[in-house]
């Protein structure tokens, strides 16, 4: 009876740290899409203001 107590107790143990490695990468997943949407909203932003200035540049006429 004993040395089913201590291998249930082990392997609650793992089942926690198991949890806790989940919980680790569930975090990082998270805040990788976060930096993943950030990154997305510049590009957009960048994008338009490389057509604004493609459309100011196309307003110049060289003599």
């Known amino acids: 009876m004993f040395s089913i ?12 740290e198991i ?12 805040k990788s899409l976060d930096s993943a949407q ?4 510049r590009i957009a932003s960048l994008d338009r203001k490389v057509d604004e ?6 307003k110049f006429k060289v003599c």
Do not use: C, F, P, Y
């Open 19 to 30: 949890a806790s490695d989940i919980t680790a990468i569930s975090d990082i997943s998270s």
């Open 53 to 58: 200035l493609d459309a100011l540049i196309g």
């Open 38 to 41: 950030e990154s997305a909203e």
């Open 5 to 16: 107590g201590v291998m249930d107790i082990a392997q609650r143990s793992k089942r926690m």
